[in-house]
T-cell receptor, first 114, second 111 residues
Framework: EAGVAQSPRYKIIEKRQSVAFWCNPI?????LYWYQQILGQGPKLLIQ????????DSQLPKDRFSAERLKGVDSTLKIQPAKLEDSAVYLC????????????FGPGTRLLVL | AQSVTQLGSHVSVSEGALVLLRCNYS??????LFWYVQYPNQGLQLLLK??????LVKGINGFEAEFKKSETSFHLTKPSAHMSDAAEYFC?????????FGSGTKLNVKP
C-alpha cells in the first residue's frame, strides 16, 4: 500500500513570495490533514478535510494561507505572501475517515523563508 | 480542552538502558492517546495507541505505554534502548476528532 505522498520535499523562498505544497493521501482515505511543525515544536493542525469539505480550519491563518481538496483526493496548501515565521515543515496526513483514530503521515515539506 | 505536556525536551540514555519518556495530558472527554516517532527528515510514524480496554499498550519496536487515568499520564517505556531508537518522540491526544501534539522529546542513545 502506497503511503502519503508530498511534494516538494524542500523549498526555499524569499518573504512575500508565494508557495504551494501538494499532498496525495493513501487511496480510499476520506480525511486529510495539514499540519505545521515549527522547529522544536509538535505538529499543529492547520486544516482538516473530510472528502472535499472542510471540517476544521480554526488555526489556519486565512489572510495568507489557503487549502483545497477539489475532488476529495489530492490537496494543495498555499501560502501567499510568505513571512519569515512560516519557515517550518508542513506535514500532510490521512485517515480512513474522521472517526478513525489512526493517521498516516507523509514525509513533509520543509519550507525556509528568507 | 485537550492538551499534552511532554516533560523533558531531550533525554539521553545508554544503549541497553531503560527508556522512559513522560507524557501528561488534559482532556475534557475520554482520551484517545498516541505515541509517534519521527526520524530526521521523515514524517511521523505511529508507535502505539490507547483507545479503550487494557491500559498497558504494546507497540512496535519493543515500546509500550501505560494509561493512568488518575495521574493523567501516558508514559512511554522500553526496557532496553537500541541505537536505532534515537529519534524524536511525540505524544498526542485526540478529542472531538482533533489531534493535539506535545512539543516532543528527542531521545539520544549513547554507545
Amino acid at each position: 500500500e502506497a503511503g502519503v505522498a508530498q511534494s516538494p520535499r524542500y523549498k526555499i523562498i524569499e518573504k512575500r513570495q508565494s508557495v504551494a505544497f501538494w499532498c496525495n493521501p493513501i487511496s480510499g482515505h476520506a480525511t486529510l490533514y495539514w499540519y505545521q511543525q515549527i522547529l522544536g515544536q509538535g505538529p499543529k493542525l492547520l486544516i482538516q478535510f473530510q472528502n472535499n469539505g472542510v471540517v476544521d480550519d480554526s488555526q489556519l491563518p486565512k489572510d495568507r494561507f489557503s487549502a483545497e481538496r477539489l475532488k476529495g483526493v489530492d490537496s494543495t496548501l498555499k501560502i501567499q505572501p510568505a513571512k519569515l515565521e512560516d519557515s517550518a515543515v508542513y506535514l500532510c496526513a490521512s485517515s480512513l475517515d474522521v472517526s478513525q483514530e489512526t493517521q498516516y503521515f507523509g514525509p513533509g515539506t520543509r519550507l525556509l523563508v528568507l | 480542552a485537550q492538551s499534552v505536556t511532554q516533560l523533558g525536551s531531550h533525554v539521553s540514555v545508554s544503549e541497553g538502558a531503560l527508556v522512559l519518556l513522560r507524557c501528561n495530558y488534559s482532556s475534557s472527554v475520554p482520551p484517545y492517546l498516541f505515541w509517534y516517532v519521527q526520524y530526521p527528515n521523515q514524517g511521523l510514524q505511529l508507535l502505539l495507541k490507547y483507545t479503550t480496554g487494557a491500559t498497558l499498550v504494546k507497540g512496535i519496536n519493543g515500546f509500550e505505554a501505560e494509561f493512568k487515568k488518575s495521574e493523567t499520564s501516558f508514559h512511554l517505556t522500553k526496557p532496553s534502548a537500541h541505537m536505532s531508537d534515537a529519534a524524536e518522540y511525540f505524544c498526542a491526544v485526540r478529542g472531538f476528532n482533533k489531534f493535539y501534539f506535545g512539543s516532543g522529546t528527542k531521545l539520544n542513545v549513547k554507545p
